[in-house]
């Protein structure tokens, strides 16, 4: 099967130049993780900006500052394969489809898995499930919670309860909704003599302070458990793939918490895991 059989062709996109505003609006409504990025008033890809991007540079406004440029793309008239080897290979999660320098689509691991759950698909979930992994307190202070996503580089984790039990998950998406502009006044010193120390008594006398202002984007200092998803959709280490696949889609969530027969957490999959089934 071809990547154009597939690929989302109705494409929203960011431009640059521009400011993040217009893309933090788009990732809040959960309908994008990711978006290319095009020249502006043309169809030239040149980037790709994420949510991760934003949560890791929250002080730069700037999408080309913080986006990923000359990124991975594929022709549409490539093998489903090819496109989840291009996936898994560079631990993206889109691939923007350009036929003739021109954007034309988008393929993403959750239209890969669209496509999985109508598919008859041999093998259990224990094959795909990820037995370590990360996972926070119920009670951790939100930024606290956005550093340990990135330092896992993982787009969500289980939140656990004060007995070790699945509570509720935490995704990439509830912290960029929960993100707040923070604006202020931030300080620069510039020396006026260039050719004086900076530690003498010339040099300090020289030096000016400069403000200006500042606009960042801040995470509150709350607990994570007032914006995880406490309905947690779940599956089990002999469920099918077939299963896990249509339960992921039909939700529009990337993945799932494994449970043991004694509905205890043992591990996770994620869609990212599914799609190596293209690759059998």
């Known amino acids: 099967m071809e990547v154009k059989e597939i690929m989302t062709k ?3 996109v960011a431009e640059v130049p521009g400011t993040i505003e217009g893309v933090l609006d788009k990732f809040r409504n959960g309908d994008h993780s990711g978006l290319p990025v095009v020249k502006k008033d043309s169809k030239k890809v040149v980037g790709v900006i994420t949510r991760s991007d934003l949560l890791n540079n929250q002080t730069e406004d700037q999408i080309a500052m913080i986006m ?14 090819e496109a989840t080897e291009l996936l898994l ?5 889109r691939l923007p489809v350009v036929d003739e320098e021109e954007l ?4 993403s691991v959750a239209d890969l898995v669209e496509e999985l759950a109508k598919e008859d698909i041999d093998g259990e979930i224990g094959e795909y499930m990820e037995e370590n992994y990360a996972s926070t307190w119920v009670e951790t202070p939100i930024p606290i919670v956005g550093k340990i996503m990135s330092l896992a580089e993982k787009d969500a984790i289980p939140i ?7 509570v509720g998950v935490v995704s990439d998406t509830d912290l960029v909704k ?5 604006d202020g006044l931030d300080k620069s010193d510039m020396g006026a003599a260039s050719d004086e120390d900076q530690w003498t008594w010339d040099g300090m006398r020289d030096t000016m302070e400069f403000y200006y ?6 995470l509150p200092n709350y607990p994570v458990k007032e914006i995880m998803t406490e309905e947690v959709k779940t599956t089990y280490k002999g469920s099918n793939v077939k299963e896990a696949a249509q339960k992921m889609s039909f939700n529009q969530i990337e993945q799932l918490p494994v449970l043991d027969e004694s509905e ?3 591990g996770m999959v994620r869609d990212r895991n599914l799609i190596k089934t293209f690759l059998n």
Do not use: H, M, Y
């Not at 202002?213 to 801040?218: C, G, I």
């Open 178 to 182: 929960a993100f707040k502009r923070e």
């Open 10 to 12: 109705d494409v929203v």
């Open 89 to 93: 290979k560079n631990n993206i999660r």
């Open 264 to 266: 205890r957490l043992i």
């Open 104 to 107: 034309t689509g988008i393929l």
């Open 213 to 218: 202002e500042v606009s960042k984007l801040t």
């Open 68 to 81: 990923t440029r000359d990124p991975v793309v594929i022709q549409s008239n490539k093998e489903l394969e």
């Open 160 to 166: 656990l309860g004060n007995k070790g039990e699945l």
